[in-house]
């Protein structure tokens, strides 16, 4: 296996009410980087830097990961992101290997990319994802 060169993009934050929570965010002056159109598929990314705070609404979230709440770490999911589709495939296969649970196989999301959920052993939530615009 090739050596996998990923780094570490988002932060997601599963929110209950995703509208409170963008104003929120909004008003401490983070910056915007990205806000859904959809109303049926709401997300707002902010430009941390070197990182894009994301807020996802819980359930959305869940749906996507395809992760049970059971045990799961439902504040948020953390996102690696891998230099090409084949390393989403490569990586998820190695987690599996050291003890992590695919909840969802790799995919193509509604925004573009491609990417794959896994927990860890403590059920913390974890996306691979590969996006043609790096």
Same mark, same amino acid.
């Given at each position: 296996?090739?050596?996998?060169?990923?780094?570490?993009?988002?932060?997601?934050?599963?929110?209950?009410?995703? @509208?409170?929570?963008?104003?929120?965010?909004?008003?401490?002056?983070?910056?915007?980087?990205?806000?859904?159109?959809?109303?049926?598929?709401?997300?707002?990314?902010?430009?941390?830097?070197?990182?894009?705070?994301?807020?996802?609404?819980?359930?959305?979230?869940?749906?996507?990961?395809?992760?049970? @709440?059971?045990?799961?770490?439902?504040?948020?999911?953390?996102?690696?992101?891998?230099?090409?589709?084949?390393?989403?495939?490569?990586?998820?296969?190695?987690?599996? @290997?050291?003890?992590?649970?695919?909840?969802?196989?790799?995919?193509?999301?509604?925004?573009?990319?491609?990417?794959?959920?896994?927990?860890?052993?403590?059920?913390?939530?974890?996306?691979?994802?590969?996006?043609?615009?790096?």
């Amino acid at each position: 296996m090739n050596q996998i060169q990923f780094k570490l993009s988002y932060i997601t934050l599963a929110v209950t009410n995703f @509208t409170d929570m963008f104003v929120f965010y909004k008003s401490l002056g983070f910056p915007i980087y990205k806000v859904g159109k959809d109303p049926k598929h709401s997300f707002a990314m902010f430009d941390m830097g070197n990182m894009i705070l994301a807020l996802y609404p819980k359930i959305l979230l869940e749906k996507q990961s395809g992760a049970t @709440t059971k045990g799961m770490n439902q504040a948020m999911s953390l996102s690696l992101n891998v230099s090409n589709k084949k390393q989403v495939n490569d990586f998820l296969t190695l987690a599996e @290997t050291e003890g992590a649970q695919i909840t969802r196989q790799p995919f193509q999301p509604a925004w573009g990319g491609y990417c794959g959920y896994f927990q860890d052993p403590e059920y913390n939530l974890w996306e691979i994802v590969w996006h043609e615009n790096g």
